[in-house]
């Protein structure tokens, strides 16, 4: 491999919900759909239940791979969610 090779690109992942996400973006999404009590009844972290901030979260769900899973797992519910809301209110 020659030194001016550009690195790969990386296969683009249409189906893949969170491509192309950051981790602050779907803390802030979430927190503006449940807020930080909300959050915290979902999802048991002292990142969202004592003095929350969308830092002290980023920070705590950087180092630990299970808790941001769950994040990301809350956020793909919040969307099927919003989904299902949008199609079953249809006008009477």
């Not at 491999?1 to 969170?18: I, V």
């Not at 950087?62 to 079953?88: C, H, I, N």
Request: contains cysteine; positive net charge; hydrophobic residues 35%.
């Amino acid at each position: 491999m020659t030194e001016d090779a550009a690195p790969p690109t990386p296969a683009p992942q249409p189906r893949n919900p969170l491509h192309g996400l950051t981790l602050e973006a779907i803390v802030r999404a979430l927190e503006a759909e449940y807020g930080w009590p909300g959050l915290n009844e979902r999802i048991p972290l002292r990142c969202f239940g004592q003095d929350p901030s969308v830092g002290s979260s980023l920070k705590f769900l950087r180092k630990t791979p299970w808790a941001r899973e769950k994040v990301e797992s809350l956020y793909l519910f919040m969307l099927r969610d919003q989904r299902r809301q949008s199609q079953g209110a249809a006008p009477r």
